[in-house]
């Protein structure tokens, strides 16, 4: 056999024995849905660091943050990006079968009580208005906090269900008087003098807040690698914020400067942070969110919020 041919079968040899590039990468699904306070997570994708930590990272869009919760508990995803809230309701549905091994970031400011600018400056102003919110979930507790803040109850305004993009695209149209919405509506609404923001998320930490959930029977170790990778991308996020934003603006469909000053409106936490807010506060907030799906019938029972939390799996 001539010399050339030996060496083309070694050189091709070679090249097959060579594993493709993601081949020994443990295939990894993560739900989530196109949310600031997740940006961390998508610039993880974008420079390579869950790659770099042996996993293969399969991200699954979904519309709205509770939506992947299902497909979780169904084994359909390995881990699921969502808000405390969502995980409250349906562990309640499927008590036991739940963790939260992350708190990713809490609403400092993302999410408000809006009046119209000509009307409403203050929570006592909301008397006797037309009050856009989705009633049964988290933002409510955000209206009856501002309600509560002026000595008023939700029996002293008009309450129109909507969801919060519903609820920005009525206030602007006028069609209500006030609304509870979110980013990018604020900034909007604000910024075009159409609106007041006369309550924020600031004055309720944890209450709108976003963790990482996943199943007792999920893969521990590439969970725990996925957690380390995580930790790596939001300290440099943190250190980098417009680099960040960079990197997923196009995917968030979002300008760069539009990305930045949400974030502003957004508190990151860090994975110390997150163990720390994870072993009281948000565990209190938890427990308020729980009280209050109860009352309003959204759950049949309480749900005993403690055995969600579960930070073994932290770096």
């Known amino acids: 056999m001539p010399a050339i041919r030996i060496l083309l079968l ?19 699904r993560v739900g989530y849905n196109d949310w600031v306070g ?10 390579g660091d869950f790659a770099k930590a042996g996993l293969d990272v399969q991200a699954k869009n979904f519309a709205a943050p509770g939506d992947g919760l299902v497909p979780l508990l169904n084994g359909n995803l390995d ?23 992350q708190l990713i970031d809490t609403s400092d400011g993302a999410d408000a009580v809006l009046g119209l600018t000509s009307e ?48 920005g695209t009525a206030l602007k149209a006028g069609q ?33 807040a976003d963790c990482i959930a996943i199943t007792p029977n999920a893969d521990r170790e590439a969970t725990r690698k996925f957690l380390t990778a995580l930790a790596v991308t939001t300290d440099w996020t943190l250190s980098h914020p417009e680099q960040a934003a960079e990197l997923v603006s196009k995917k968030l469909e979002l300008p760069v400067p539009e990305i930045v000053g ?38 049949p029972d309480k749900v005993d919020v403690a055995p969600l939390f579960d930070t073994s799996l932290l770096p």
């Open 10 to 28: 070694v050189v091709i040899t070679a090249i097959l024995a060579v594993p493709t590039r993601g081949a020994s990468l443990t295939p990894y």
């Open 38 to 47: 997740f940006i961390a997570f998508l610039v993880g994708i974008e420079r």
């Open 79 to 101: 881990a699921h990006l969502t808000t405390l809230d969502a995980v409250v309701l349906k562990a309640s549905q499927a008590p036991g079968r739940l963790k939260i091994v």
């Open 120 to 167: 409403i400056k203050s929570p006592a102003d909301l008397k006797g208005k037309r009050v856009a919110v989705t009633l049964g979930e988290c933002n409510e507790i955000l209206l009856v906090k501002a309600l509560e803040s002026a000595g008023l109850t939700e029996k002293d305004v008009e309450l129109v269900n909507m969801d919060p993009d519903a609820a």
């Open 176 to 208: 209500v008087d006030a609304a509870v919405t979110w980013e990018p509506w604020i900034s909007q609404l604000v910024g075009a003098k159409q609106a007041n923001t006369i309550y924020s998320s600031v004055q309720v930490p944890n209450i709108l």
């Open 262 to 299: 949400m974030l502003r409106k957004v508190k990151v936490y860090d994975t110390a942070t997150s163990r720390i807010q994870m072993a009281g506060p948000a565990l209190h907030s938890a427990a308020e969110l729980s009280n209050f799906f109860y009352s309003k019938g959204s759950t």
